[in-house]
Antibody, heavy 117, light 107 residues
Framework: QVQLKESGPGLVQPSQTLSLTCTVS????????VYWVRQPPGKGLEWMGI???????SYNSVLKSRLSISRDTSKSQVFLKMSSLQTEDTATYYC???????????WGQGVMVTVSS | DIQMTQSPSFLSASVGDRVTINCKAS??????LNWYQQKLGEAPKVLIY???SLQTGIPSRFSGSGSGTDFTLTISSLQPEDVATYFC?????????FGGGTKLELK
């Protein structure tokens, strides 16, 4: 069955770099896009970036200078790296599957990341 | 990016009440709108896709309507298990964007 699972550190110090992995199963990264989305505590969802099925990437302009998304199709993994973390980056981070005919149909369970010293 | 304005942000209702939640898009998104339910500590789940198509397994008390820029999610008779946050998602264009969410609680 389709699954996405985020993994990464729960705590990151300010100014450090966050590295998250989204491991997927039940579908191919070459057939579906994967979004990274985050949700600060008590707030709404914000799209961060997209790994397109063809390997291209797009980023939210607000985060673009700090964000990098990549993938390893052989391992069915999508990676997020975000630098210069601040307390306002504290959030639950989700990876989400997307396709024009099935938009945002499966979400990972999310990983809570706290930015604190 | 298309802006999605959702209202109300908070809603308190009683079991059996009819509940409506609205989403307004900053431009025409045709019928490319989904509704999600997110319970505390869980990942969001699709309730309705393309305005009014019920996802498999979702109770029929949930329904959706609208087109263009204005959309509504309706719960015909609120049940205790419906306590959650609800949000809309437009998929007319990339990037997908979200409503701010409606936190639904029992009165």
């Amino acid at each position: 069955q389709v699954q996405l699972k985020e993994s990464g550190p729960g705590l990151v110090q300010p100014s450090q770099t966050l590295s998250l992995t989204c491991t997927v199963s039940g579908f191919s990264l070459t057939n579906y896009h994967v979004y990274w989305v985050r949700q600060p505590p008590g707030k709404g969802l914000e799209w961060m970036g997209i790994m397109w099925s063809d390997g291209a990437t797009s980023y939210n302009s607000v985060l673009k200078s700090r964000l990098s998304i990549s993938r390893d199709t052989s391992k069915s993994q999508v990676f997020l790296k975000m630098s210069s973390l601040q307390t306002e980056d504290t959030a639950t981070y989700y990876c989400v599957r997307d396709l024009a005919v099935a938009p945002f149909d499966y979400w990972g369970q999310g990983v809570m990341v706290t930015v604190s010293s | 990016d298309i802006q999605m304005t959702q209202s109300p942000s908070f809603l308190s209702a009683s079991v059996g009440d009819r509940v409506t939640i609205n989403c307004k898009a900053s431009q025409n998104i045709n019928r490319y709108l989904n509704w999600y339910q997110q319970k505390l500590g869980e990942a969001p789940k699709v309730l309705i896709y393309n305005v009014n198509s019920l996802q498999t397994g979702i109770p029929s008390r949930f329904s959706g309507s609208g087109s263009g820029t204005d959309f509504t999610l309706t719960i015909s008779s609120l049940q205790p298990e419906d306590v959650a946050t609800y949000f809309c998602l437009q998929h007319n264009s990339w990037p997908r964007t979200f409503g701010g969410g409606t936190k639904l609680e029992l009165k």
